[in-house]
């Protein structure tokens, strides 16, 4: 009874509905349903882009083993650190792009030939 609140209220299968006016799969209750899907999306997937992202092996030289073996309020703090120094990095290589961008525009300079 529990099991099938949970599997209604969260649209994973409406076992309120009369036969016919929801027409489900007789099978419904065994098949995959991508709500239940806790391989993508899931902590695991969050933390393994978190980890890419935000260059934890750069900053930290933890592995990503070594990095989830951590407690979780020391990993929220790595992540925090990361994410400003990776902001940080972003702006500055946007600021010398665009430093070499602008300069770009001019024309070459020419060149004295030596006589």
Excluded at 6 to 19: K, L, M, Q, S, V
Excluded at 49 to 58: G, V
Excluded at 61 to 79: A, C, K, T
Excluded at 90 to 113: F, H, R, V, Y
Aim: charged residues 25%.
């Amino acid at each position: 009874m529990l099991m099938d609140r949970y599997e209604t209220t969260f649209g994973i299968r409406n076992h309120d509905a009369e036969i016919g006016e929801d027409a489900q799969h007789p099978f419904g209750v065994i098949l995959f349903n991508e709500k239940e899907d806790v391989i993508n999306g899931g902590a695991m997937h969050e933390r393994m882009i978190a980890y890419h992202d935000k260059n934890i092996r750069e900053h930290f030289g933890l592995s990503f083993n070594e990095f989830i073996d951590q407690p979780s309020w020391r990993v929220e703090l790595m992540l925090k650190l990361a994410t400003g120094w990776v902001r940080k990095a972003t702006a500055s290589a946007e600021a010398a792009l665009n430093q070499l961008n602008a300069g770009s525009d001019k024309p070459p300079k020419q060149q004295i030939k030596n006589q």
